[in-house]
């Protein structure tokens, strides 16, 4: 492989995003010393956004390539088919909104020379609706509470990385994992470098709410057993609190018969909050049940319909 940098951009349905990323790009390119590949992944777009890219005339960027997946997997499993289907060996990731300062990349790159396989790059700031900070504090330190000790306060948005941490991610291909956690749970020479990001200018965030619960759910499930701990830590409480109830109403009943209750309502509120806790704890349980058997089908974490080579 020669000597450069392999830069992918997943998307889904940026029509109207898609020129301003591909003007950036080039660019940006002039400014950089070293060969720049962009692998754009349409993630099962229904728009004519593919057709911009293939259109656009690029002049400055040495290889430009445009994979087409067969539908929709997602934007962890098309960055990892970017990955699958790159040039050279030094690898990263941006979104084609173009939140992402492009300096990284350079900054980056000098830190892979140095010695460095992986470089992880943190959000400094970033001008965003309020619900979008708090889910994304919550997951940072919920992560660094359960899952991985060592993962930064700020949340990791993108790695630069090497052609080792490169086979790696190639030859462990998961679905319905985070690519970022898998790397990072790795534990390869890494740094941290943290940058302002940018808001979107154009278009409409594709990251809606289900997906970020997805991704939530896959973090804990795929990385941690901080889930089923929960159960069994709840399941004990509960225990240990009923027993003392039940040790407290049958003491009131021998000491103070006359006045002792009946208590329907509060056994009808031990009832619902029993079955609550019972129900929530077996859909965890089932969580993990239903990635054990996809994991035993093996099934493609995605499926290349056409690769196009742009430039």
Known sequence: MATGISLIIPFLNEGESIYKCCEELEHFKTKLNFPLEVVFVDDGSTDNTSNFIKEFNFKNLEIVKLISLSKNFGAHAAIRAGILNSAYEVCTWIGSDLQEPLEFIAEGYKKIAEGFDAVYIAKESIDVALISRVFSKC?????????????????????????????????????????????????????????????????????????????????????????????????????????????????????????????????????????????????????????????????????????????
């Open 139 to 311: 997951y940072s330190a919920l992560i660094k509470l359960f899952v991985i000790h060592n993962y930064d306060a700020c949340g990791v948005n993108n790695i630069i990385f090497n052609k080792k941490v490169k086979d790696y991610i190639n030859t462990h291909i998961e679905v319905n994992s985070s690519l970022m956690l898998q790397i990072i749970d790795a534990g390869f020479k890494n740094m941290i470098l943290r940058l302002p990001f940018k808001s979107r200018d154009i278009g409409k965030s594709k990251w809606t709410l289900s997906k970020k619960l997805k991704l939530f759910t896959d973090t804990f499930v795929v990385f941690s057993h901080a889930p089923l701990r929960f159960v069994s830590l709840t399941g004990f409480i509960l225990f240990f609190a009923g027993t003392l109830y039940a040790i407290y109403i049958i003491a009131n009943k021998i000491l103070n018969p006359e006045n002792s209750m009946l208590g329907y309502a509060s056994l009808a509120s031990i009832l619902a909050i029993g079955f609550g806790i019972t129900n929530i704890s077996l859909g965890i349980i089932a969580e993990y049940l239903w990635r054990t058997f996809d994991a035993a089908r093996q099934r493609q974490a995605f499926i290349v319909s056409e690769i196009s080579k742009v430039r």
